[in-house]
């Protein structure tokens, strides 16, 4: 499953009140303002969809947390930029990158050839891949093999919703049901409404520390993949400045440590 504000304009609100002057003088202050602002105006606005632990989830007391959080606050710091986060559809993302709603998209978001059709990503910062998770007890499952005639679950919009379009379109996999968030279709599979999952490794290595012998996975890496932060094509400064910032994180140790820290109990 983000990261920078890059201010838009305010002069709209700013512009209700006072003399036909001066309204006019706020409406031209609008139009100037529209198409995004530059680097270095104030927050940069990142898109999340925070319901995809550990990259992206919510505390107790509704704080956004996560690895790419995490990551991003410390590429911020790195560059001197500063990042507000807000909390999104996962479908909606790459549209509001697109209408300059939002600066930066940061929610475990793959490097594919249709999105980069649509959207510029900086350098990948971890490896993905996809797999199949089972419940716990399942024993007739072991792999994308035998998922003919079975429930499979998937998140919308995502890299393992098309791959699984795909296997249900070769008569590999019975039925496909599509859910806004993979924490939706884990509980599916808790409940026993899916036989499977087919979603990102790292996110599934999650669920299955977090309800350790209830979740399971089976078989190999179906299709590997990249994770990047996303960015609206055109906006070179900002993605070079985000490249900047991964360079320095990583060399700095910090990195590895945010790994560490998400990732070191959801290792198989």
Same mark, same amino acid.
């Given at each position: 499953?983000?990261?920078?504000?890059?201010?838009?304009?305010?002069?709209?609100?700013?512009? =209700?009140?006072?003399?036909?002057?001066?309204?006019?003088?706020?409406?031209?202050?609008?139009? +100037?303002?529209?198409?995004? +602002?530059?680097?270095? /105006?104030?927050?940069?606005?990142?898109?999340?969809?925070?319901?995809?632990?550990? @990259?992206? *989830?919510?505390? %107790?007391?509704?704080?956004?947390?996560?690895?790419?959080? %995490?990551?991003?606050?410390?590429?911020?710091?790195?560059?001197?930029?500063?990042?507000?986060?807000? %909390?999104?559809?996962?479908?909606?993302?790459?549209?509001?990158?697109?209408?300059?709603?939002? %600066?930066?998209?940061? &929610?475990?978001?793959?490097?594919?050839?249709?999105?980069?059709?649509?959207?510029?990503? +900086?350098?990948?910062?971890?490896?993905?891949?996809?797999?199949?998770?089972?419940?716990?007890?399942?024993?007739?499952?072991?792999?994308?093999?035998?998922?003919?005639?079975?429930?499979?679950?998937?998140?919308?919009?995502?890299?393992?919703?098309?791959?699984?379009?795909?296997?249900?379109?070769?008569? =590999?996999?019975?039925?496909?049901?599509?859910?806004?968030?993979?924490?939706?279709? *884990? *509980? /599916?599979?808790?409940?026993?409404?899916?036989?499977?999952?087919?979603?990102?490794?790292?996110?599934?290595?999650? @669920?299955?520390?977090?309800?350790?012998?209830?979740?399971?996975?089976?078989?190999?890496?179906?299709? &590997?993949?990249?994770?990047?932060?996303?960015?609206?094509?055109?906006?070179?400064?900002?993605?070079?400045?985000?490249?900047?910032?991964?360079?320095?994180? =990583?060399?700095?140790?910090?990195?590895?440590?945010?790994?560490?820290?998400? @990732?070191?109990?959801?290792?198989?």
């Amino acid at each position: 499953m983000y990261f920078f504000k890059f201010g838009n304009s305010t002069g709209v609100k700013r512009a =209700k009140r006072g003399l036909l002057g001066l309204c006019l003088a706020g409406l031209c202050m609008v139009l +100037s303002g529209c198409g995004g +602002s530059s680097e270095g /105006e104030g927050a940069l606005v990142v898109g999340t969809e925070a319901t995809y632990p550990p @990259f992206e *989830m919510t505390d %107790d007391a509704g704080n956004i947390i996560g690895f790419d959080i %995490d990551l991003l606050k410390a590429v911020a710091r790195a560059t001197g930029l500063e990042v507000e986060f807000r %909390d999104m559809d996962f479908d909606s993302l790459v549209p509001a990158i697109q209408g300059g709603n939002i %600066d930066i998209g940061a &929610s475990g978001m793959s490097i594919t050839p249709l999105r980069l059709k649509q959207i510029d990503f +900086s350098d990948p910062y971890i490896e993905a891949g996809l797999v199949v998770a089972v419940g716990g007890s399942s024993q007739g499952i072991t792999g994308v093999d035998d998922l003919k005639g079975k429930r499979v679950a998937v998140q919308q919009g995502t890299t393992g919703a098309a791959k699984s379009e795909e296997l249900l379109a070769a008569g =590999k996999i019975g039925s496909l049901k599509y859910f806004p968030n993979v924490s939706v279709a *884990m *509980m /599916e599979l808790l409940n026993g409404a899916v036989d499977a999952v087919i979603n990102d490794k790292p996110v599934t290595q999650a @669920f299955v520390a977090k309800h350790p012998g209830k979740i399971k996975i089976v078989g190999g890496t179906l299709a &590997s993949d990249e994770y990047g932060f996303a960015i609206a094509k055109g906006r070179e400064e900002l993605l070079s400045q985000i490249n900047e910032g991964l360079r320095l994180v =990583k060399e700095s140790g910090e990195f590895d440590a945010l790994i560490a820290k998400y @990732f070191s109990s959801a290792e198989e």
